[in-house]
């Protein structure tokens, strides 16, 4: 049988004291910072050189900008690339273009809402009318509504309820 105290720390981290949570947030939070904002850019700018000191070496080293045959071949392989993925564009919006394949819903009553949301059948114009409205969860499944013109509403919604009709 295992003891309590057999074991890492990590599988009873109910042990650490605050201080000692609180520092290893503390760090992690400073490592990440550290790495966002010095170790990222460095790493870019280390990169850049590497990507420049690379080009720099075959374009004026190696002589490659003296090779037209080379660029006109890079120039037919990037216009080759873009005239086949426009005309695949065209293509697809040939075959496809007038096809909505989205699923719409039909139009669901204002009674239907509400009762949905178990609200007031009155209380939908409102909701419907207002610019911002805020939804608190106040338990799992009871809501209450809060709109800009200081109308309140409360309800209640259960996931597993009624489902509006489709």
Sequence with gaps: MMKETDGLIIDV????SHLRRSTERLLTILATIV?????????AIGLWYVG???AYL????L????????????GALGLTITLS????SRYNSYRFGGLDRRK???HVADEEMAAFFCLSA?????LQQTANITVNRTERTHIKIICNNGISVSGYHEPSGPRLKR
């Design 13 to 16: 981290p109910y042990k650490l």
């Design 35 to 43: 790495w966002l904002v010095a170790l990222r850019p460095l790493l």
């Design 52 to 54: 420049w000191d690379l």
């Design 58 to 61: 075959h374009m004026v080293e």
């Design 63 to 74: 002589e490659g900008f003296n090779n037209l045959a080379y660029f006109a071949l890079l």
């Design 85 to 88: 993925l426009f005309s695949w």
């Design 104 to 106: 719409h819903r039909g």
């Design 122 to 126: 009155t209380a939908m114009p409102h």
